[in-house]
C-alpha cells in the first residue's frame, strides 16, 4: 500500500460542484465512484481520500490534486481513472508519505480570463490594493471560515482575446477571487471609489462589490515544491478531454496543460 497524490484538470461546466453531495453530480463524487469502481480502495474514509481545492460551482481546474492510499501502480491508476471518468483528466502524480494532506499547499495559482475591454493600468491599480495580506471578510461567502488570508501576487498579462489575471496565494476563501475581480473591475471603471474598497478591506461594514462569473475562472496549479511526474495519455483520454474543453472558451488552454504539468512558477 502506497500514498499517491494526482494531478488533475476538468470543466467544471459539467458538474454541480466539486464537494461530493448526494443526489448531484460533482467532481470529487466521481473521481471517488471511479476509484471504487475500479478497486483502487474500499472506501475513501480508510484510503484517507483529500483534496487540495474544492472549486465553486462552474469553476476549472487544471492542476487540482487528491491524494488517497491504494495498492495500484501510478500509471495504471491514471490509465483506469481516466477511462471511467469524463470531463476529468488525471495528468501526472507524486510519491507522498503516509501523512501527506494535499490541503497544506505551498501555493495556489488561479487564472480569471476578463473579456470585457477594460483599461489595463487602472485595472493594475485597482488589483494592488488585494495584494498582501487583507481582510477579505467582504470578499467571501457568508460562512467561510476566518476572514484574513494573503495574496502574493497578482500578475496582469494579455490571454487570445482577453487578459488572463493570475493570483498567487498559499489559501483563498470561498468565493474570494470572484469578489476580489468584480470589485476591481468596478474600480477600474469608476463604478465605485477607491475609498470604499479600502473600507472593505479593512473589514469595515458588510460591503458587496458583486460576483464575478464562475466559468471564466481556472484553478491552474497546486505547489507542494515538488515536482509531479507526467504519465503519457492514451489517445482516446486526450481526444475525449480536448472534446470536453471545447464546450467552454475558458478551457481552451489544454495545450498549455499537457505542456506544464509541473510546479508553479
Excluded at 477511462?83 to 507524486?94: E, G, T, W
Excluded at 471564466?216 to 474543453?245: C, H, N, Q
Aim: aromatic share 10%; proline share 3%; hydrophobic share 40%.
Amino acid at each position: 500500500m502506497q500514498r499517491l497524490a494526482l494531478k488533475f484538470g476538468y470543466n467544471g461546466s459539467a458538474f454541480y460542484g466539486y464537494q461530493r453531495q448526494p443526489g448531484v453530480r460533482t467532481v470529487e463524487g466521481d473521481i471517488i465512484s471511479a476509484c471504487l469502481g475500479m478497486h483502487a480502495f474500499e472506501s475513501a474514509e480508510g484510503a484517507d481520500f483529500a483534496s487540495a481545492s474544492r472549486t465553486d460551482r462552474g469553476v476549472h481546474a487544471l492542476g487540482n490534486v487528491v491524494a488517497f492510499n491504494t495498492h495500484f501502480n501510478p500509471d495504471e491508476l491514471i490509465d483506469g481513472l481516466n477511462a471511467k471518468c469524463r470531463d476529468i483528466l488525471f495528468h501526472s502524480y507524486l510519491d507522498v508519505s503516509a501523512t501527506f494532506s494535499p490541503r497544506r499547499a505551498r501555493m495556489r495559482q488561479y487564472r480569471y480570463l476578463l473579456y470585457d475591454r477594460i483599461d489595463r493600468d487602472r485595472l493594475n491599480s485597482a488589483f494592488s490594493h488585494f495584494v498582501g495580506q487583507r481582510d477579505f471578510k467582504n470578499f467571501s461567502k457568508s460562512g467561510s471560515k476566518g476572514r484574513y488570508r494573503s495574496i502574493d501576487r497578482i500578475l496582469i498579462s494579455e490571454g487570445d482575446g482577453c487578459l488572463l489575471i493570475d493570483f498567487y496565494g498559499r489559501s483563498f476563501l470561498h468565493n474570494m477571487i470572484r469578489r476580489v475581480v468584480a470589485a476591481a473591475q468596478a474600480l477600474a471603471n469608476g463604478l465605485v471609489e477607491e475609498d470604499d474598497v479600502l473600507k472593505a478591506l479593512n473589514g469595515e461594514g458588510s460591503k458587496s462589490f458583486g460576483l464575478a462569473p464562475p466559468q471564466y475562472l481556472i484553478l491552474m496549479d497546486v505547489d507542494y515544491g515538488m515536482t509531479f511526474r507526467p504519465v503519457p495519455l492514451k489517445g482516446e483520454s486526450a481526444v475525449r478531454w480536448s472534446e470536453s474543453m471545447n464546450t467552454s472558451r475558458a478551457l481552451a488552454v489544454l495545450d498549455g496543460m499537457l505542456a506544464a504539468r509541473g510546479s508553479i512558477a
